[in-house]
């Protein structure tokens, strides 16, 4: 059993300060509180898979700065793989600045960074690695170019390809062609869909359309009413587990990398869905992103 999982995708270092309000357009607020909390769709869901017990690399790109250094350290005691987590001499790392108020409600700005400069020749410098992984797994958070160009380096040499289409984004048909699998939540279903999800036929309805644009396998998640699976002809609903919700971030990121692990390790769909509930019913009962991801005991016991 390798286990090995290649993920392409984000890194970004989120800066959150909680406050009472949000500021105004021009105006200054004093007495926020301030955190600092790793980030971005890639790296959480590569830190997710190698906890959970993946045999992960990752390959992303990063400034030369602090915040890109710390990351890839962060990922090594991850006992991730970070020869290919490159670093941009001329852009900056990636960041996130969030604005949270007492309410919950939020304002996000993020600057893409080095993130927007992962070409489709560092795809190329790291092509033995994408060819050798039993699974790729990207998000929508890097260049379309790349995303596709390392879709089909990876099915060129047999190897499945799982999207996760976050943030929802037009997708080309040759892409979806290239995928083993398809995760999306609600919204990006609706979005790559172009049908509205009110029910359950409404969703397999969804999954329908994704597969006839080439896709093998959909999998949707459906928040606390868990996910549901249409593996090439055949439809199934997997309940979610009962938990007390205390902050969802991350949940969508924790399920895509439990997928990858239990598939990797030869387990059929619906046992990787099953495995991948479990695992975000924890996420989601713990605040933050990467420090409420769940490790591989935790998930078993
Ligand atoms: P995203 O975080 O991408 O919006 P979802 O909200 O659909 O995605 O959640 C992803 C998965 O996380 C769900 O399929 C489910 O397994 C789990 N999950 C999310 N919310 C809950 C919840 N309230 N209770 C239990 N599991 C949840």
Redesign the pocket.
Same mark, same amino acid.
């Given at each position: 059993m390798s286990r090995k999982i290649v993920v392409i995708g984000s890194c970004n270092t989120d800066m959150v300060i909680n406050m009472e309000r949000l500021p105004l357009p021009g105006e200054t607020l004093l007495g926020g509180k301030f955190f600092m909390n790793p980030g971005g769709k890639g790296a959480n869901q590569a830190v997710a898979a190698a906890r959970l017990g993946g045999k992960v690399t990752f390959i992303a790109k990063v400034g030369n700065d602090p915040f890109g250094i710390r990351s890839i350290d962060q990922y090594k005691a991850e006992g991730i793989g970070t020869k290919h987590v490159l670093i941009d001499k001329e852009q900056p790392s990636g960041v996130a600045l969030i604005l949270v108020d007492a309410y919950g409600e939020n304002s996000i700005a993020v600057a893409s960074g080095a993130n927007a400069h992962l070409l489709p020749a560092d795809i190329d410098h790291a092509q033995k690695t994408v060819e050798e992984g039993d699974i790729l797994l990207m998000q929508l958070e890097t260049p379309m170019e790349t995303i596709e160009h390392a879709a089909l380096m990876a099915k060129q040499a047999g190897r499945k390809v799982i999207l996760?289409p %976050?943030p929802a984004h037009p997708l080309p048909e040759s892409l979806l062609r290239c995928l083993y699998m398809l995760i999306a939540?609600? !919204?990006?279903a609706e979005y790559i869909s172009g049908t509205q999800i009110t029910d359950m036929d409404s969703v397999a309805r969804a999954a329908d359309i994704i597969c006839n644009k080439g896709v093998e396998n959909v999998v949707i998640?459906?928040? %606390? @009413?868990?996910?549901f699976i249409k593996e090439k002809a055949t439809y199934h609903q997997v309940p979610?587990? @009962?938990?007390k919700?205390v902050d969802?971030? #991350?949940?969508?990121? !924790?399920?895509c990398g439990a997928v990858c692990v239990a598939l990797a390790e030869g387990k059929g769909i619906t046992e990787a869905v099953e495995f #991948?509930?479990r695992a %975000? #019913?924890i !996420?989601?009962t713990r605040m933050g992103a990467q420090s409420s991801l769940p490790y591989r005991r935790e998930v078993e016991c």
């Open positions: 996760n %976050a939540n609600e !919204t990006e998640t459906l928040g %606390a @009413k868990g996910a979610a587990l @009962k938990v919700a969802a971030t #991350a949940a969508g990121d !924790t399920f #991948a509930n %975000a #019913a !996420t989601v």
